[in-house]
């Protein structure tokens, strides 16, 4: 499989054409954006780190039948993908109140929820990805009922192993944001989880401090991102103690692969 032309660029992520038709490469930038954009930088390392953890939960949920995009990794920056239609709608997923919720409803911070909440935005950056109901999702034909319903059923289960996961590495799981695309099957299409992961997409809070081991700490400037997302990976086992992939060896590795070209 080769890989092809540049098809897309986004805030995070470079989407590659591959000599497959059905597959993609996805290769994950350093760049780190916030507040719709308004806020960017580069964190060097944080796409090694990303597409590592990302590769470790999707295939994770693949072994527990959650189909989704990943095919393999290819290399420290880079994952085969499969090609996917997206459905344009952001799913949140909220165990806890923070961000955005406590904003909007005047919620405290921290407010365990009951069950776990989905929220749907409208994956549209110049309107700064508007919070819609289902019946918009319906009245527009983003997608239908029951893609709906199979992706709400999905996105329980995911959440459910995910809090599980994290909890055994003594990290809560306070919310996360998931894509999801349709796939040509058989002549059918079924819909598929279609999104990285990480913890540039989900709040992850360390269970006896609450301290954020996320992107909440670009967001709100609270420096040490990669020490951060090294933890993560450190604890779900991805990086060990001994490992040549500690953060400053990643950051390293980076600079020392960008240097050559
Ligand atoms: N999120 C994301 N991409 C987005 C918007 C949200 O990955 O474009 C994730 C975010 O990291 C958090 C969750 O979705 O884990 C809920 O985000 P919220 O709406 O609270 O975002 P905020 O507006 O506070 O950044």
Same mark, same amino acid.
């Given at each position: 499989m080769k890989k092809g032309k540049k098809l897309y660029e986004g805030k995070a992520k470079i989407i590659y054409a591959t000599s497959d038709k059905d597959l993609v490469i996805q290769y994950f930038k350093d760049d780190a954006t916030a507040f719709n954009n308004q806020k960017k930088s580069t964190i060097e390392g944080k796409g090694v780190l990303n597409n590592r953890i990302s590769e470790h939960i999707l295939s994770s949920l693949s072994q527990i039948g959650i189909k989704n995009h990943l095919v393999k990794r290819l290399n420290m920056r880079e994952q085969v993908v499969k090609l996917v239609e997206i459905i344009p709608i952001e799913f949140i997923v909220r165990n806890v109140a923070t961000g955005s919720l406590t904003k909007r409803l005047g919620i405290?911070?921290?407010t365990v929820l009951k069950e776990p909440l989905i929220e749907y935005c409208l994956k549209d950056d110049k309107l700064g990805d508007p919070l819609i109901a289902e019946e918009h999702i319906l009245a527009f034909d983003w997608a239908s009922?029951?893609?709906?319903?199979? &992706?709400? @059923?999905?996105?329980?289960r995911i959440n459910d192993f995910m809090i599980g996961m994290f909890r055994g590495v003594g990290i809560k799981l306070i919310d996360f944001k998931l894509e999801f695309g349709r796939l040509n099957a058989n002549g059918k299409k079924d819909v598929i989880l279609a999104d990285?992961?990480?913890?540039?997409?989900?709040?992850?809070w360390d269970s006896l401090t609450d301290k954020k081991l996320d992107k909440d700490r670009f967001r709100k400037d609270l420096g040490d991102l990669?020490?951060?997302?090294?933890? &993560?990976? @450190?604890?779900?086992g991805i990086l060990h103690e001994q490992s040549n992939l500690s953060a400053v060896n990643v950051t390293k590795l980076s600079s020392v692969k960008r240097k050559r070209k």
């Open positions: 405290e911070d921290g009922k029951k893609e709906i319903e199979k &992706v709400k @059923k999905m996105i329980l990285e992961i990480s913890p540039d997409t989900c709040r992850l990669i020490p951060a997302y090294t933890e &993560v990976a @450190k604890r779900l």
